[in-house]
C-alpha cells in the first residue's frame, strides 16, 4: 500500500469492527485540483480511505494470513457534506459477512459527528503464491512489511487520548 489515507487506527475488534481517522491536510497534492479554489476530498478518496480501513479489519481478523486484501465492490454510495483541509474524517467499519475469500463491510465516515459518507464494500483477499508458489517469498515480505504499517498505525503517541471528535 503505497499511497496510505489512513493517519491513525483508533480501535479494532476482529471480525467486528475497526475505527480510523484520515486528517485532511491542505499539503495533499490532489486538492490543488480538486477543486480550484475550493478544495475538498474527493468521494472516491473518502472510498478509498474505507477500503484501507475495511483492509486493516481482515488483516487483523485473519490474523495477517494474505498479503493481499483489494476492493471488489463499492456498492450504495451515498455522500453528505465536503471534506475540507482542517477536518478529520473518522472512519467506522462494520464486518457484515466474512466468508472465505470476500469480506462484506458496512463503511461510515464522520466529520464532527455528521455523516459524510456512508454504503458497503466487498474486499477480496488472497497470496500471490496461489497462482505462482514461487513467489512465497514475496508473500511473506509484503505480510512483514503491512505488520510494520499497521504497528505505526495503531501507535499512540504518548499522553494523546483516543478520543476523537
Known amino acids: 500500500m503505497r499511497f496510505v489515507l489512513l493517519d491513525q487506527i483508533l480501535e479494532s475488534q476482529p471480525g467486528v469492527r475497526l475505527t480510523a481517522v484520515k486528517n485532511l491536510s491542505l499539503a495533499e497534492e490532489y486538492l490543488a485540483d480538486h477543486f480550484p479554489g475550493f ?10 480511505a474505507l ?11 485473519d490474523n495477517f494470513a494474505h498479503s ?16 475540507e483541509p482542517g477536518r478529520q474524517l473518522r472512519l467506522e467499519v462494520d464486518m457484515a459477512d466474512h466468508g ?8 461510515k465516515g464522520f466529520c464532527e459527528g455528521s455523516l459524510m459518507v456512508q454504503g458497503r464494500i466487498t474486499l477480496t483477499r488472497s497470496n500471490l503464491s496461489e497462482s505462482d508458489p514461487d513467489l512465497r517469498p514475496l508473500d511473506e515480505q509484503m505480510i512483514t512489511e503491512l505488520r510494520a504499517l499497521y504497528a505505526v498505525l495503531k501507535r499512540r503517541p504518548s499522553g494523546a487520548s483516543t478520543e476523537v471528535t
Open 51 to 61: 477500503a484501507q480501513a475495511g483492509s486493516w479489519l481482515v488483516r487483523e481478523t
Open 39 to 48: 478544495p475538498v476530498l474527493p468521494g472516491v478518496l473518502m472510498v478509498e
Open 68 to 83: 493481499l486484501v483489494t476492493l471488489k465492490q463499492a456498492r450504495t454510495f451515498k455522500f453528505g457534506s465536503f471534506v
Open 100 to 107: 472465505p475469500r470476500d469480506t462484506v463491510l458496512k463503511v
